[in-house]
């Protein structure tokens, strides 16, 4: 049986990292492709000769030709901008949108059965733009940042409880922004909600308070200190486990920005919800019940999403 083929659309420094880490995991063959020349073919290169002493076959190559992703099984999409201290991720709508709007129409005319992960900023906005460019099936398109989000929160409280990260669970719902919700509740030890480790005197509000603050401000404690661009280990990480996921049809419940149309009283846009990933993309998204203090950030945060939609509509009518 012939290898999936995972093609990633921009080769910076996340698309490098998931290059690497896809060929090492032997996924499948990769392709990357990016408008720099030169890049993606020294990028695949140079990951191509660490196959030796890795001990991987699958095969890399670099490209500035859509038609080289032709029958992929999987994109994801990393092209565009990364900011830099100073910026929000808000501030790259409108150059990242462009870009988008290329690699939507790059993905519809060569890899229309692909399962699609954006991960280009700013995310929940860009991955709605970027189905709507591509035409492919809603559920056959998310974008990655929940998996992120709530890494970043198991780590800091595995740090906090001392404890092996194996056994800490996490969700990060909402927009990947400031305003994204990292929820208590939901956050767990070995099956212990974060609520009732309070109780038990293991940690206090105000220190989980911090924790959810660190989370909520994960992205720019990176930016502020690579000053040149943005977390790209993490990142990539992240979306290869999403990308296994769908092509091991695992059934993994995994936090991802998703198309919700009715879900946790969502129309019509993508946020960071819970969703089930198989071999059917986005198989289901787990409609959770929130409390009237969680629903209230929630929905904060889909107004924050909701406002960039519509500025991208603004930008481009064909999006409107
Ligand atoms: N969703 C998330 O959780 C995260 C999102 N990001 C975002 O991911 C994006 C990529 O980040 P990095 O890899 O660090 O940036 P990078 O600047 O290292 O790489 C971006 C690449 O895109 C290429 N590119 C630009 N326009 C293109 C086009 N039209 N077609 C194809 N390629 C094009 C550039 O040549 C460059 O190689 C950024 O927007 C960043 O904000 C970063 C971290 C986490
Ligand atoms: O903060 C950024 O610009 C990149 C990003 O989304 C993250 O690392 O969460």
New binding site residues.
């Given amino acids: 049986m012939a290898r999936p083929k995972i093609a990633l659309?921009?080769?910076?420094?996340?698309?490098?990292?998931l290059a690497h880490l896809a060929a090492m995991k032997e996924l499948g063959d990769v392709v990357l492709?990016?408008?720099?020349e030169g890049?993606?073919e020294g990028k695949s290169l140079d990951i191509a000769e660490s196959g030796p002493s890795e001990g991987f076959d699958a095969k890399l190559k670099g490209t500035q030709d859509y038609a080289d992703i032709a029958g992929a099984d999987v994109c994801i999409v990393?092209?565009?901008?990364?900011?830099k201290p100073g910026m929000s991720?808000d501030d790259?709508l409108g150059i990242?949108l462009?870009?988008m709007k290329?690699?939507g129409e790059?993905i519809r005319d060569n890899a229309p059965d692909a399962f699609v992960i954006?991960?280009?900023?700013?995310?929940d906005a860009?991955v709605w733009a970027l189905q709507k460019f591509s035409g492919l099936p809603t559920e056959k398109v998310c974008?990655?940042?929940g998996?992120?989000?709530s890494a970043r929160f198991r780590h800091f409280l595995a740090e906090e409880f001392n404890v092996s990260m194996k056994d800490v669970t996490a969700f990060v719902l909402g927009g990947?922004g400031d305003t994204m919700v990292p929820s208590l509740r939901y956050s767990t030890v070995a099956g212990i909600p974060l609520p009732d480790l309070i109780s038990m005197g293991w940690t206090t509000k105000e220190k989980m308070d911090a924790i959810v603050q660190r989370t909520r401000d994960g992205?720019a404690e990176?930016v502020g200190l690579l000053k040149t661009?943005?977390?790209?280990y993490?990142?990539?990480t992240?979306?290869i486990e999403m990308a296994e996921a769908y092509l091991k049809d695992q059934k993994r419940v995994l936090p991802c920005?998703a198309h919700c149309d009715g879900d946790l009283g969502v129309k019509d846009m993508y946020v960071g919800v819970p969703t089930v990933i198989g071999a059917g993309g986005i198989e289901r998204v787990v409609n959770i019940k929130l409390t009237k203090e969680e629903q209230e950030m929630f929905d904060a945060s889909v107004t924050a999403v909701k406002g960039l939609v519509e500025a991208c509509k603004a930008i481009d009518s064909s999006l409107a």
């Fill in positions: 659309i921009g080769a910076g420094q996340i698309g490098g990292t492709f990016d408008i720099a890049v993606p990393t092209a565009g901008v990364a900011r991720r790259l990242n462009k870009v290329s690699v790059g954006c991960i280009t900023n700013p995310l860009m974008g990655m940042a998996v992120l989000d990947h992205g990176i661009g943005s977390a790209f993490a990142p990539a992240s979306a920005a």
